[in-house]
């Protein structure tokens, strides 16, 4: 649970921050169509951030989501973004993850070369699908996902967290955290690390293709590129959220706040007045105080244990 405190936080934070910068700009308080927007645009990398941490806490990590995405992207705006076409999409994004899984499970291939190496083949796929930016979604299909006008997203928030919730407990993600504790002695026990691995890459997979969903239907038009900003995005969603990459410690749950968090940032830096152009350095700052901070709960933490021991 400190893990997940760490994620409030900076999440509480940031929000201070984002009041105290709005207010300041425009001299009231943010509107109910302020955070509305606000949920709408974070969904997208919410759920990219829900798949990622699915696989760091086996001790993995999932590059390939940017690739994903925008395969998601693509296919969705181009089609129309029909229901049918929307579980086309959905069954795309789970085949690419299940694809970096088998290699990195069966092939024995770091997964940071694995999915490197499809980051490229996804990106080039939607290059493909969508050569241009444009396309469209069912104004039907946008008012059950990302209403404008109303917080329907705050549905799908629920569900993506009660979702976790209940993997957490399920027999599959006890077995997560027993593989990124320590798969050597997962295996020993009987857990089967290599099919596990492969459904964890699937479902980021999944995320990441919901993530495309949502994301076209809240710009209402696709870009095939739309996927890249995700890679690093969702990786610091990870870090702010509290997880270790070594494996086997942390909650979705951080990364779910570390991904408004991160969302806030740059309204924060927008409403500050800051240069588009020195907005990469502002958020790579607030990464690094969010992984001091970690590092810093993790030793205070650690000195406690010691001293009552």
């Keep these: 649970m400190r893990e997940l405190r760490l994620g409030v936080l900076v999440l509480g934070a940031t929000f201070a921050a984002y009041l105290a910068v709005y207010t300041t700009s425009l001299g009231h308080f943010p509107t109910p169509f302020d955070y509305l927007s606000l949920l709408n645009t974070s969904l997208p990398l919410v759920f990219v951030a829900i798949g990622q941490s699915l696989v760091v806490l086996t001790g993995g990590i999932d590059l390939s989501v940017g690739g994903t995405v925008g395969l998601g992207v693509a296919i969705t705006a181009a089609t129309g973004g029909s229901p049918g076409w929307l579980l086309l999409v959905l069954a795309v994004g789970a085949l690419c993850g299940a694809v970096n899984g088998l290699i990195v499970a069966r092939g024995r291939i770091a997964p940071i070369l694995t999915t490197l190496a499809t980051l490229s083949v996804y990106s080039g796929l939607a290059l493909r699908v969508l050569p241009v930016p444009g396309g469209s979604i069912d104004p039907a ?40 504790s320590d798969e050597a002695s997962a295996r020993a026990v009987g857990v089967p690390a290599a099919r596990v691995k492969v459904a964890v890459y699937a479902l980021s997979g999944l995320c990441s293709a919901l993530a495309a969903v949502f994301y076209v239907s809240t710009t209402t038009s696709g870009d095939p590129n739309a996927g890249a900003p995700y890679i690093l995005t969702s990786i610091a969603a990870v870090v702010v959220g509290g997880i270790a990459f070594t494996g086997g410690r942390g909650s979705a749950l951080g990364a779910v706040a570390g991904a408004f968090a991160l969302t806030l940032v740059i309204d924060v830096l927008f409403f500050a007045g800051i240069d588009p152009l020195y907005q990469s350095l502002f958020q790579g700052l607030f990464l690094v105080v969010a992984v001091l901070l970690g590092s810093g709960a993790a030793l205070l933490a650690r000195r406690r244990r010691e001293a009552v021991s």
């Design 141 to 180: 299909v946008r008012s059950v996902l990302t209403d404008p006008d109303a917080p329907t997203a705050l549905i799908w928030l629920a569900l993506a967290v009660a979702g976790w919730l209940v993997l957490r407990r399920t027999r599959f993600g006890m077995r997560v955290y027993a593989v990124g």
